[in-house]
């Protein structure tokens, strides 16, 4: 016979709303979370059954969520199921062997995702061995009424019923039936769910027992008991599959080899976050085209880099976001400044999955919000770990385009040699056989015509690279003069917000005796802050008359002015010694302000290596090496740390991001160096062990000549 | 009552900036501190928990130191009772959105540039020094700082769960703004109203 009986929960109303109604924003994270629940009760099968949920169906609605896990006890039910951030999860970090899975339902909420598909449940479990089969009724809505009722009461006394029935011992494993649901399921809305589903475990960590998770619909066709698959990536142009070995303390890392023009994989130590396995998927233009004509435009699945822990997905938990300009980016790949210029790679060019463990990386935790991981040191290293991946990948991508061109030229140079070589066959035709020049004569035109088509094509072409390189270097010089314009419009407003406190100080107690030694500071510090700022504001308009034409200047000239007017203010603000030792004095015909823009980079990175340094020199001594005009620019700041000095000229590659850098100071130096002929290096330190020294060495040409 | 302390962190400012003037002034001089390094900044407020302060904060503080984001997401993990206002030159478009989220999300009490008049920086102080006085959690706070250690250890309430909780407990649910801490300041509230309504008792203070 059987006897209904009364349960109740244990917790707070506030709390159900929270977890319930708050924290799962959306019907497909909240089948995602129940299906962790299946995953932390060792079940090998999950059966997520969908029955007239569509707008046309004629039956009673019902979602039933169903595993062959271990099941729960009434005491489980009692003691854990009905209470929020039950500990019994975390005091043991395991599952029973032979799973030994790793709990993932951390925080005891995915039963409340419930409640955000329907209003009514059923909850059928039992455990292996036992006679019976515990079945608890729970309506949600009553909760909703006690919820919004203004009596205080800390926990609630809502009562659930609850029975026990007859059941095969061998059995086990849990049922939740949902009916009352709340919204409509359509057939594209079953199909995200088995996308986002499709994500939860990683096709790299293969799980052993198996976690198989199927859907099924009596509505939707191909949905009869469909199994939840990773689909292998198929179409990408490049893969790399980056390992370790904890025993040996090595880190893969993927470089772009400039002399060999590939990715080749470096060995580093294991970083501070911990050993990590990334496979990543690149897909070129061309990959790109087969991969939308394959899948019909819907690159859903084209979208970056997902962390698994333990073999299961990590954030973003699965929530479902139909925009793709809305979907977070966590690890900020597409969010790097100046993002989508030139060669970068975003993600909608990779597939990543990134593998991490409890174990090993500890310190990757997820924030409560569930939407981020915990911003630490840590985090903050493995999050420039996977975009330095993404940087080596973008250098491949920047030479692809590279190889692209040469192939469009050498074709297009082709083409023009082998119209001569007609041409000039059907000349020597048509003197040996002066009888055919009728026929010959509109073929050696047509030639002819065809041979300046082609020249002008690549006379265009060249036009257009020039162009193209033209744009990109107004586009830099503008970037550096928007870093620029940042930077002094702090000092200014800095030094403005002194000096009106300065002022409204006067205004307000003036005269007072007692005060006299605070009025004279002041005078003195109003003074000295104006002049600053009047020199600030005299160099940032010297800007606005600068070209970026070729002209003839005196670069000892240049490089004292620039040291001894223009930055000295800079200087002093940042009470920095200044040293500037220019042996040679010449002219050359170049752009200068490409010069300056080397120099004001330059000094811009030194400032910020700088900051903790008591003692601040920047030192810059220029000199001619027989054909060589040799500039080393040196400051006493911290230093570059050996493992970055290969990273330090690539674009977006900043170690100060926190202070605004973008990553393109010693980048635009580098590129300018380089349209100036010359080149650059990172040379020991003339301060060692403090400091950084880089030297630039320009080659003298014939045009140039010394003066005295 | 306990007075309060102006903790301000700043990586570019004098200690005889005009503006410490003004605060020590109305403060008294040795409730106004500056700290340029904000590590230290941090340390300092973290040592004075029990006291009342209000935290006026640069924004970018230097390499290798936590900068306001940062330095206000630790101070909120550890207590809401806490005023602050940042205090910058940065431009406020030039901060990131999620920052700024974060700040109103994290109950920052203003924010100010640097270039404001210093009567407009005094009397965000100032309200925020009001509220300081006045919110139910912080006059709690300050009741129960006051009490004996021992008063402070003997278990004070029980909650239908059968939890039982200390002063000290309470504090830092209070601190935490937890659901226990958020229900005794409204059940004090709710009592204060009662008092005032029925008038069988007169209010002492």
Known sequence: MIEEKNLKWRFDVNAFRLFGRDLITDRITAVYELV??????????????????????????????????????????????????????????FSDKPFNRRYVGEKGIGRFAVDKLGGKLTISTKQKGEKERLIVKIDWDAYEVKSRSTQLTLFTDIENGFFFEEDN????????????????????????????????????????????????????????????????????????????????????????????????????PIQIFGPVHLELYYFNEAAKKRYNSAYKNDDYRVDGVKIYRDGLITTPFAEFESERDKKRDILGIDKRLWSGTFDKIGTRE????????????????????????????????????????????????????????????????????????????????????????????????????IDRSIKKGIQQQERERKDHIRKENIYLSLMSLQDYAIHISHAVRTALGKVKRMAEFFKERYPNPELDTYFREYSVGIYDEMTNLSRIIDFMLSYAGSTIDMEDFNIKTLLVNLFEKSYSPVFQAESIHSIIEIQDSFIIHANRKF?????????????????????????????IDIDKFVVVFSDNGEGIKKENEERIFEMYYTTTADLGGAGLGLYIVKTRVESLNGSISLIKSEFFPKGASFKIVFPLRKTSHEVD | MKSIKIVVIHDNMKVTDPLLFSLRERFGTDNVILKEVSSEGLEYIFDNLTGKQIVLLDYDLGADQPHAPEIIREIRDRTSLIQIIIFTAKQFS??????????????????????????????????A??????????????????????????????????????????????????????????????????LLTSGKKELDD
């Not at chain 1, 079953?190 to 619909?217: A, G, M, T």
């Not at chain 2, 139910?136 to 009490?147: A, G, N, T, Y």
């Not at chain 2, 059968?162 to 059940?187: F, H, M, N, P």
């Open chain 1, 595 to 623: 010069f300056e823009d080397i120099i004001e980079n330059l000094i811009s990175n030194s400032i910020k290596a700088l900051r903790n340094e008591n003692n601040k020199i920047i030192k810059c001594a220029g000199y």
């Open chain 1, 169 to 268: 011992p061998e059995i086990h494993g849990t049922t939740l039936s949902i009916s009352s649901i709340a919204e409509l399921w359509t057939e594209p809305d079953i199909k995200r769910l088995e996308r986002e589903l499709e994500k939860i475990v990683s096709p790299f960590y293969p799980l052993d027992p198996p976690f198989n998770i199927y859907i099924q619909s009596n509505e939707y066709s191909g949905y009869e008991n469909r199994q939840v698959k990773a689909e292998t990536i198929k179409y990408s142009s490049h893969q790399f599959s980056i390992n370790f070995n904890l025993d040996n303390n090595i880190q893969e890392t993927l470089k772009f080899d400039n002399t060999k023009n590939q990715i080749i994989k470096q060995q580093i």
């Open chain 1, 350 to 449: 990779i597939i990543g999955i990134l593998d991490i463990t409890k174990d090993s990386n500890p310190q990757i935790i997820e924030a409560t919000n569930r939407q981020d991981f915990v911003d630490n040191r840590e985090y903050r290293e493995l999050k420039e770990f996977v975009i330095s991946q993404l940087r080596s990948i973008a250098e491949l991508k920047k030479y692809e385009r590279y190889l692209i061109k040469v192939s469009i030229d050498k074709n297009l140079a082709r083409a023009n040699i082998e119209i001569k070589e007609f041409t000039t066959r059907i000349e020597t035709l048509e003197r040996k056989n002066p009888t055919l020049e009728k026929i010959l004569k509109p073929l050696r035109e047509q030639a002819i015509s």
């Open chain 2, 94 to 127: 030039s901060i990131p959105y999620e920052y700024l989220i974060e700040f109103i999300n994290n109950e920052t009490f203003g924010i100010i540039q640097s270039t404001a008049d210093i009567v407009d920086v005094l009397s965000l102080v100032d309200r």
């Open chain 2, 129 to 194: 020094a009001h509220q300081l006085e006045t919110r139910v959690d912080c006059v709690l706070e300050e009741w129960i700082s006051k009490r004996t250690d021992s008063e402070k250890r003997k278990p004070y309430i029980t909650t239908k769960a059968g939890a039982v909780y200390t002063l000290s407990d309470l504090i830092v649910e209070i601190r935490k703004e937890t659901k226990l801490g958020q229900q005794v300041e409204k059940s004090i509230l709710q009592l204060a109203t009662e």
């Open chain 1, 36 to 93: 962790k629940n299946c995953y932390d009760a060792n079940a090998t099968s999950v059966v997520v059954s969908f029955e007239n949920v569509g707008a046309n169906a004629s039956g009673k609605p019902n979602i039933t969520i169903s595993d062959d896990g271990h099941g729960m006890s009434f005491n489980d039910v009692r003691d854990k199921w009905m209470v929020v951030g039950t500990a019994s999860k975390r005091n043991k970090l």
